[in-house]
């Protein structure tokens, strides 16, 4: 049996592992609680987003320089997040979670509506903020802090609390109506709980549960999310309404082939059929410019970086961080997973944006900092000082 | 609180759980990435074919279709803003190949002046969304419409579009009002919903074109169109209409409108019409005017600089803008004040030595006429405009319960309810100064105010809504440009109207309106050359401004710099007293002695109203008028 094998080799994993590689001495990079390897993957995405987003804007150097001076700043916001020990974010996490849930009445109530959906809270000429945005970390931190309390496995009592944890902001944001992020957000908290070790059978009758209720959820969908799951089935259907999106898009990744048709050379990502190209599609102009060659090369970064993450997670000793870390690196692989997913095809349109490579900064804020706070408890791993 | 640490075993077991589900979860990460990997594959490597000739003949375009902005009617119907079909030049920056070949080439083309290629050339250059065309040059002529076309090939992304362009019939006397619509700008680009105007150039950037934008917008239409390899539409595939904006009623009238600005005659000033019962604004005068179509496409340099620079400055709003000390037009207020506050009544006299003493001080405060007025009560106060009367009520009100009162008639604060750009003018306080100057305000200040010399200025805009809420005997109504938007009046009670005014005594106006009245029909009436031969009853009260500076970055010749410094005239009328059907603020600048100037402006256009556009009360209204002032009725108590 693998999984014999597996676990034993899993259970000589040590608990305290060495230090990452570098020297005996404290190197530079614990001091500065960074993980080297971790940040070299980052900046090799954000590389190679750049150069995407400079042909899919249409060789806008404005736009690519104000992305960049983005990635700088959440960049800094990542090492910043870094600085702070674990215990910091669980005593926070109760806050920021408590605040988030007001922001977003707040919203329900105030908030301008901007593309027909209400997500933003302004302050006029101070900030526009997006308490959505916030919840996708608050919340997972909120049920990681609570549920590191309980003890694990969680028992019934505690997942019925979890359940209230999540359930709550997703609502509200499903309100707004904005799909992409609840349905991150709700990923986000449930990861944590199956990491936190779940019983099978919970699973299991909670996915009979799911499967039940998918028909209510249908009935309380928003007409055009409806729209958007019949042409998702069959993007033929409504070739000029929301068909238009998946049929541009995965005729551009097909024409692409094997090795794509080379730099600005995509003709639906540069005659303007390509709808959204520099934000949610852009991987269409990738799939179209550089091939399969170039979309197996960025799933594979991604995929590095998923298994550093976890990688990272696992060594870490305190339940809380190591829950959060999961939490963090699982959440950045259901973005890629879901923006791929619709812009070829395989999914609904939810307007999820491709982590790190997007055009706009929110999304870019929100998931270094999420990489933060998983250096953070990748640097403060031992619970015990030596 | 930290994390309780639990025992050592509950940890080990714990980091047990969590590696063997992260490793799972590991397995689902691959297994997700495969499945990726597989619709990867299909769609490049299996259905490549298929989908190469469906990018090689997508000759499907999206393209916008821009809504036709609302029309602006005036309260007869006459057209005040219309949309004119014009040919602009476009410019696609990515399909470009060399943009200053191409902008040079253009400039020698359509022979611009050498002024305005820089401005050309920026605009070339402002951030657009991609491939969206950026507007070069608006209204172009059929010679430089011919010669593109010739040349058309040597400029690929350079195209000559047809569009609606805006254009003001009465651009001379409704620019201010009215407003203009311009170029959007990189700002405004910034804030606008793209899809709502997407294949729009122009935004409402002043006045009502600004204020009512929402609604004379509309919102941007696309249709999908198939081209052939060059680009040229073969045939429409589908289409979503745009939604036209709303045409927009204003309550102006274009023949007040224009007589007041035949009234102002060249001089620099302003009139300001309103109906007291409805709140329509029908005139709103400022002159000089300028043409506001000029702004439309974009005007030259030389152009704005010179109408930048002029001294007279046509491009100030005074009407909205402009704050003037308003001179003696505040004594029926303060008299409304003192009745209000309770520290004088109708009747009470005081004697007018020709001047006016703080106890304890020895400074005089003088009266215009040196011997002074004798006994005087509230209502010949106000007929003879005496000084004396005011200084005394002023200093028993003090400044306190003045700027309570005199703020009830909405001064100090925006009055407006669609009025872009609209000063709040400045109602001096104690606060006010302590904050401007870090000063105490001094008794003497008060008086100073009393007879509207002081701190206190005002805009023609709020002289004129405090007048019509003097004729309302107090009941506020919120003066408003638009009557209705679409099909939809604006509705009766506009939002933040100020609260009425309730005297203790209503007789009280009666006896204010009397004094006003004798202003022009009384024997010693400062206004009584004014009120020859009035056909209906008319109530005013004249001002005299003084002016003590001039903008200081201003160049003036000896002969102008005298004339820039004598008074500004100011008037305040309504009529007919009984039944006011319209309330007028006047002011010209600089207008010298003829304090009475103003008033034969005042009466001129209450004549007109009254006269001949014949909204004398009793008579049969113009049928045309709107009669936006249906519903709305006053109380009369």
């Keep these: 049996m693998p999984w014999t094998t597996l676990s034993r080799l899993l259970n000589r994993y040590p608990v305290r592992p060495p230090d990452s590689g570098m020297s005996r001495r404290k190197s530079l990079w614990q001091s500065l609680h960074l993980d080297p390897w971790l940040l070299a993957l980052l900046l090799a995405l954000v590389g190679a987003g750049l150069l995407v987003l400079y042909s899919a804007s249409g060789k806008h150097t404005d736009m690519v320089v104000g992305q960049a001076l983005r990635f700088v700043v959440a960049f800094g916001i990542m090492a910043a997040l870094a600085q702070f020990p674990p215990a910091t974010f669980y005593r926070w996490a109760p806050l920021a979670y408590g605040l988030g849930v007001v922001m977003l009445i707040a919203v329900e109530l105030v908030g301008d509506i901007g593309m027909g959906a209400q997500r933003w809270l302004e302050i006029p000429g101070v900030v526009r903020f997006q308490p959505s945005e916030m919840m996708k970390l608050a919340t997972p931190l909120m049920v990681s802090a609570y ?8 028992r019934l009592p505690h997942l019925f609390v979890a359940a209230v944890l999540i359930g709550l902001p997703v609502v509200l944001i499903a309100m707004q109506p904005d799909l992409g992020t609840s349905l991150l957000v709700t990923s986000s908290a449930l990861i944590v709980v199956l990491l936190a070790g779940l019983s099978w059978r919970l699973i299991g009758f ?13 009935i309380n969908l928003q007409n055009y999310q409806r729209q958007r799951v019949l042409t998702f089935l069959n993007p033929e259907s409504d070739p000029l309404g929301s068909g238009w999106n998946i049929i541009q898009s995965t005729t551009a990744i097909g024409s692409g082939g094997l090795q794509g048709k080379g730099w600005f050379e995509g003709t639906q990502s540069q005659l303007e059929f390509l709808p959204e190209r520099h934000t949610d599609f852009i991987v269409a102009v990738l799939g179209e410019e550089f091939g399969l060659i170039g979309m197996i090369a960025l799933l594979a970064l991604y995929f590095v970086i998923v298994c550093r993450g976890l990688w990272l997670a696992a060594g870490v000793q305190d339940t809380f961080g190591r829950l959060m870390a999961g939490s963090v690196i699982l959440t950045f692989f259901i973005y890629v997973f879901v923006n791929v997913g619709m812009v070829s095809g395989i999914l609904p349109v939810v307007g999820v944006p491709l982590p790190l490579i997007s055009y706009g900064g929110t999304s870019s804020v929100t998931l270094l900092a999420g990489f933060g706070i998983l250096m953070s408890v990748h640097a403060h791993r031992r619970l015990l000082p030596r | 609180m930290p994390p309780r640490l639990d025992t050592l075993k509950n940890t080990e077991q714990e980091l047990r759980i969590f590696r063997r589900r992260a490793l799972l979860a590991l397995v689902v990460v691959v297994a997700l990435t495969a499945l990726l990997v597989g619709r990867l594959v299909y769609l490049q490597v299996v259905e490549h074919d298929k989908y190469s000739t469906r990018s090689e003949s997508n000759r499907v375009r999206v393209e916008p279709l821009p809504p036709t902005r609302g029309l ?23 399909r470009v190949d060399d943009l200053d070949r191409t902008l040079e080439r253009l400039v020698t083309l359509l022979e611009l002046p050498q002024d305005d290629v820089a401005a050309f050339k920026k605009r070339s250059r402002q951030r657009q969304r991609p491939f969206q065309p950026a507007l070069l040059m608006s209204d172009l002529t059929q010679e ?26 009465h651009a001379r006397i409704m620019s201010h009002a009215l407003g203009y619509v311009g170029r959007i700008n990189a ?23 600004r204020f009512y934008e929402q609604q004379l917008h509309g919102q941007a239409g696309l249709r999908k169109v198939e081209t052939n390899a060059r680009g040229r539409v073969l045939r429409e595939l589908g289409r979503q209409d745009p939604v036209p904006g709303k045409n927009l009623t204003l309550t102006l009238d274009t023949d007040m409108q224009q007589l007041a600005f035949d009234l102002l005659d060249g001089r620099r000033g302003s009139i300001v019409a309103i109906q007291p019962d409805s709140g329509d604004i029908l005139a709103l005068a400022s002159a000089p005017g300028f043409d506001s179509n000029r702004f439309v496409t974009g005007i030259d340099v030389a152009s704005y600089q010179a109408l930048q620079q002029d001294i007279d400055l046509p491009l100030f709003n005074r009407a909205i803008r402009g704050r003037y000390p308003t001179g003696s037009t505040i004594k029926p207020f303060v008299a409304v004040a003192g009745l ?14 020709g001047y006016f003493q703080l106890p304890n001080d020895s400074r005089r405060y003088r009266n215009w006429l040196r011997w002074g007025h004798g006994r005087v009560d509230m209502e010949r106060s106000l007929a003879v405009s005496n000084n004396t009367y005011y200084y005394s009520l002023a200093h028993d ?8 009162q005199l703020g009830a008639f909405g001064m100090g604060q925006r009055v407006g309810h669609d009025i872009q750009g609209e000063s709040s003018g400045l109602l001096p306080s104690r606060e006010w100064k302590r904050e401007r100057y870090n000063q105490s305000w001094y008794p003497g200040e008060t008086l100073s105010v009393g007879i509207g010399q002081g701190y206190l200025q005002l805009t023609p805009l709020q002289l004129a809504a405090a007048t019509a809420t003097l004729a309302n005997k107090g009941d506020w109504v919120k003066p408003h440009l638009a009557s209705s938007i679409g099909d939809e009046p604006l509705p009766d009670e506009l939002p933040d109207t100020p609260d009425d005014i309730d005297l203790p005594d209503p ?35 004249s001002g005299t401004a003084q002016v003590f500076s001039l903008g200081r970055d201003e160049r003036y010749n000896a002969e102008e710099l005298a004339e820039r410094l004598r008074d500004h005239a100011l008037f305040i009328a309504f009529a007919p007293v009984e039944d006011p059907q319209i309330a007028v603020a006047v002011i010209v600048e600089n207008a010298g002695g003829g304090s009475t100037h103003a008033a034969h402006l005042a009466r001129a256009m209450t004549d007109a109203w009254l006269l001949e556009e014949g909204h004398m009360p009793g008579e049969d209204k113009d049928s045309a008028d709107l009669g936006s002032a249906a519903g709305r009725s006053r109380e009369d108590d």
Excluded: C
């Design chain 2, 144 to 169: 430089q419409i011919a010669r593109l076309a010739v040349n058309r090939h040597r400029l690929p992304g350079v195209e000559v579009e047809a569009q609606l362009l805006r254009y003001y019939p």
């Design chain 2, 397 to 404: 009100l003090g400044i306190d319960k003045l700027e309570r």
């Design chain 2, 187 to 209: 700002e405004e680009l910034k804030n606008l919903d793209a899809g709502r105007y997407a294949g729009t150039h122009f935004i409402g950037k002043t006045g009502i074109e």
């Design chain 2, 72 to 94: 602006v009617y005036d309260r007869n119907g006459v057209l005040l803003a219309e949309n004119r079909p014009t040919y602009n030049l476009t410019l696609v920056r990515e």
């Design chain 1, 206 to 218: 909670f996915l009979l549960l799911a499967g039940a209720a998918l028909p209510l959820l249908w």
């Design chain 1, 147 to 154: 549920l590191s309390r309980t003890g694990l496995p969680p």
């Design chain 2, 340 to 353: 209000r506050e309770g520290v004088i009544t109708p009747n009470k006299t005081i004697n007018d030595p």
């Design chain 2, 507 to 541: 007789s009280g106006w009666d006896t204010v309106f009397s004094g006003m009245e004798k202003v022009l029909s009384g024997h010693e009436g400062t206004a009584r050359r004014t009120g020859k031969g009035l056909e209906y009853r008319m109530a005013g009260k």
